[in-house]
């Protein structure tokens, strides 16, 4: 399925979908048709009993500039922007409550809301050459709805330094600092995405959702609360199918039959 703004490839024989940002002249910009056609594709995956995967990639020059800031520009009021920003935070929260692993194929530039997208992703694989910034203070706005989620992937100093100063960091930076899992040369990424991909779409689909889900989850709640939630969704997880089969085939010593 192809829209102005995102191309959403069709699903794989494995369940993985591959979402290309597709305002390349824009350097991928968020307008707002192409938060709501991510929302859309978002909402599809999560109705999708099928989708593995996740690929979020883009086209072009850069990964994804942030904000359009000139369509902000043309709507100066309050209200435009609060119906905008949460826009944005209802599809960055998508990504966080799919049921299935998001990855970003980050190239070239991921900045302000770019760089938030980044760390809404679970994985992120980042070329040699990509740069990060939360960069919005220099035309005088905070990135705050970004600080959100840099907050809860960097270190706490690190993630402000970026914040107040809008300075950029190199993907090796964003590797030791926890935005992304993995650097590589750019001619290589695709092949590091794709062995992500893999090591993932081997595991049982539903251990990997329960999973996810209780990740977030118990990053929220204090740590007695997260013990009593990650107990019985591990509970839940070992009387299904799928884990008997993997434990059995452990103690049998033979491959899991998933």
Request: hydrophobic content about 50%; glycine content about 6%.
């Amino acid at each position: 399925m192809t829209s102005e703004s995102l191309l959403l490839q069709d699903k794989d024989s494995r369940g993985v979908i591959t979402l290309t940002l597709n305002r390349p002249l824009a350097y991928n910009a968020l307008s707002e048709a192409m938060l709501e056609a991510l929302q859309a594709a978002l909402d599809a995956v999560a109705a999708d009993a099928s989708a593995r995967v996740v690929v979020i990639a883009a086209a072009g020059k850069a990964f994804c500039a942030g904000h359009d800031l000139k369509e902000m520009r043309a709507a100066p009021s309050l209200d435009y922007y609060e119906r905008l920003f949460a826009q944005c935070g209802r599809m960055m929260m998508t990504i966080q409550r799919l049921p299935v692993p998001v990855i970003a194929r980050v190239h070239g530039m991921a900045t302000a809301a770019g760089c938030q997208l980044v760390a809404m992703c679970d994985l992120a694989v980042a070329a040699s050459d990509a740069r990060f910034a939360v960069s919005g203070i220099n035309v005088g706005l905070f990135c705050s709805t970004p600080s959100v989620a840099l907050s809860r992937n960097v270190a706490r100093k690190a993630a402000f330094e970026m914040l107040v100063t809008g300075d950029f960091i190199s993907a090796e930076e964003a590797l030791t600092q926890g935005l992304v899992n993995r650097v590589v040369a750019p001619d290589a990424l695709d092949g590091e995405v794709e062995r992500l991909v893999a090591a993932i779409v081997a595991k049982p689909r539903v251990a990997i959702a329960a999973g996810k889900g209780l990740f977030y989850r118990q990053l929220e709640q204090p740590i007695e609360a997260a013990y009593a939630d990650a107990g019985q969704t591990m509970a839940c997880n070992m009387v299904d199918e799928a884990a008997l089969e993997g434990v059995q085939a452990f103690i049998d010593k033979r491959p899991p039959r998933w």
